[in-house]
């Protein structure tokens, strides 16, 4: 990600320390932000400092590594388990946060005689594949993109909700490296305006054509036929391809297939939870009201103000995702290729199949 002509991650480690950039100050204020201790990132996942759920994959594992570096050498295996517990409580929708966690605790557990030097190894690991997987969604998916297309996407999945390249964008992002840049339709995505405020961000940076839209007008463009396709990311995809997203994007897919228009989701293989067997199965975070009730702005003169948008006295609700049926999806957008929902089954038994013959033989 180029911020000023910088080049950026999303977040990285340096020295045991986490870093990443504060997406709750975007677009407003750039600010990297330190977190020295697991305590201090799993804050920051929970605050959602740091968002997306490739992102909160590479948090998660960083935030394992940290507590296995904490935990005393003599008997480090209670201290870390008490560490897993509390980043794996900070957000319980995407898949990602928990495939971090499990891939580094396995590497810790393969290594008890260094189980923090196998822990930091396997964060460090677990984030480069996942930038790898992004980029190469990215190069796969940008055939989707002919010249002059418009694609409405909604949330974040830019480079921000990922350690690099992102998800969802990684497809606009690749298309515009081929010289075929397409006009993005950004959801402002209520009620914390990740669209708005980030993916409109990092388009702006990038220099490619968009445009904010209200939630509600999405249906509209679409059915002026001025949509070509819809390109989502996911915050966990169920064994059957239900895809959970955030919230709103339900309503997207129904209205793509009202009005005959592809809709992919693009995600990496971390997101893909077999062991959940349909979205209706997955647990929807609910955050608090006062994300529906406040919204946080600069005024003229640059001062923040948070302000009420709502009805003083009116209680409100406010679940985090949506589960999308695996029948409104055209495809899947992954790091092997678009695929359909056969083919992902297929490559899902596949993989099923491999892993099972490796412990049947002890590899």
Same mark, same amino acid.
């Given at each position: 990600m180029r911020v000023h002509g910088t080049p950026y991650r999303t977040?990285?480690?340096?020295?045991?320390?986490v870093r990443m950039i504060d997406q709750t100050r975007l677009p407003f204020e750039f600010v990297v932000v330190d977190c020295q201790t697991h305590h201090e990132t799993a804050a920051a996942v929970r605050e959602m400092v740091v968002r997306g759920a490739p992102a909160l994959g590479a948090a998660g594992a960083f935030a394992m590594a940290q507590g296995f570096a904490e935990a005393p050498s003599v008997a480090p295996w209670p201290y870390a388990r008490d560490a897993r517990a509390l980043i794996a409580a900070t957000r319980p929708t995407a898949r990602d946060l928990f495939a971090g966690i499990e891939h580094v605790w396995s590497a810790a557990e393969a290594s008890p005689h260094a189980p923090a030097d196998a822990a930091l190894a396997a964060a460090l690991a677990f984030a480069e594949a996942?930038?790898?997987?992004?980029?190469?969604?990215?190069?796969?998916? #940008?055939?989707?993109?002919?010249s002059g297309a418009r694609v409405l996407t909604h949330c974040n999945a830019g480079w921000l909700a990922t350690v690099d390249h992102?998800?969802?964008l990684a497809p606009v992002f690749a298309a515009a490296g081929q010289g075929r840049p397409p006009f993005v339709w950004v959801d402002e995505t209520r009620p914390r305006g990740q669209g708005a405020r980030l993916t409109a961000w990092e388009l702006s940076n990038e220099e490619l054509p968009h445009a904010v839209i209200a939630d509600n007008a999405a249906a509209h463009y679409m059915s002026r036929g001025e949509v070509d396709l819809v390109i989502v990311g996911a915050d966990r995809i169920a064994a059957n391809g239900d895809v959970?997203?955030?919230v709103g994007t339900l309503a997207k897919a129904v209205c793509?297939?009202?009005?005959?228009?592809?809709?992919?989701?693009?995600?990496?293989?971390?997101t893909f939870d077999a062991a959940t067997a349909n979205g209706a199965s997955v647990e929807i975070e609910e955050r608090g009201w006062e994300e529906v009730h406040y919204q946080t702005g600069p005024d003229e003169a640059g001062a923040m103000h948070r302000i009420r948008v709502t009805s003083p006295g009116s209680p409100a609700r406010n679940p985090a995702f949506d589960a999308t049926p695996a029948r409104l999806v055209t495809g899947y957008v992954t790091d092997r290729g678009v695929l359909t929902l056969d083919?992902?089954?297929a490559a899902a #038994?596949?993989?099923?199949? #491999?892993?099972?013959a490796a412990g049947a033989t002890g590899a």
């Open positions: 977040l990285w480690m340096e020295g045991g320390v996942s930038v790898e997987s992004c980029r190469m969604l990215g190069e796969h998916g #940008a055939a989707l993109i002919p992102g998800s969802a959970v997203n955030k793509a297939r009202e009005f005959g228009i592809p809709f992919y989701v693009a995600a990496p293989p971390s083919q992902l089954r #038994a596949g993989t099923d199949s #491999a892993r099972a």
